[in-house]
Nanobody
Framework: QVQLVESGGGLVQAGGSLRLSCAAS?????????????MGWFRQAPAKEREFVAA????????YYADSVEGRFTISRDNAKNTVYLQMNSLKPEDTAVYYC???????????????????WGQGTQVTVSS
C-alpha cells in the first residue's frame, strides 16, 4: 500500500509563506520507488469542492499549476527523501483550505491535474490565512 502524510500547515497572515511537505511510504510504494509516482497537491475550502493546486511528474521535470496559484506556489520533490513539497508564498485569505497530497504510479513523465487520476491520498493539513 501507499501512505501519504502531509505536514507544515498552520495559521499565517496574508502575505506570509508556508511550506507543506508530503512524506510517502508503504510496501507498494517501496516496491516501485518514489521516482515511479507522479504527485499532486489539491485543496478543499469549506463548502467547496476539492480543487487542483499543483502537480509534478516523477522526475520533477514537468510541473503544473492552477491559475490561482501560478507565480506564488512552487511544487518540488526530493525522490531520495520520498517527499514532495509545496512552497506557498504571498498567501491570501482565499488560500485557506485543507491541503491534500496525492500520488499515482506513472510510466510517463507527466503530471496529473485531475482528482480522478490519482490513486492515493493523504489525510490533509489545514492552512489558514488571516487577513
Amino acid at each position: 500500500q501507499v501512505q501519504l502524510v502531509e505536514s507544515g500547515g498552520g495559521l499565517v497572515q496574508a502575505g506570509g509563506s508556508l511550506r507543506l511537505s508530503c512524506a510517502a511510504s508503504g510496501r507498494t510504494f517501496s516496491s516501485y520507488g518514489m521516482d515511479s509516482y507522479a504527485m499532486g497537491w489539491f485543496r478543499q475550502a469549506p463548502a467547496k469542492e476539492r480543487e487542483f493546486v499543483a502537480a509534478i511528474s516523477w522526475s520533477g521535470a514537468n510541473r503544473y499549476y492552477a491559475d490561482s496559484v501560478e507565480g506564488r506556489f512552487t511544487i518540488s520533490r526530493d525522490n531520495a527523501k520520498n517527499t514532495v513539497y509545496l512552497q506557498m508564498n504571498s498567501l491570501k485569505p482565499e488560500d485557506t483550505a485543507v491541503y491534500y497530497c496525492a500520488a499515482v504510479r506513472s510510466l510517463s513523465d507527466d503530471g496529473r491535474t485531475r482528482e480522478y487520476e490519482y490513486d492515493y491520498w493523504g489525510q490533509g493539513t489545514q492552512v489558514t490565512v488571516s487577513s
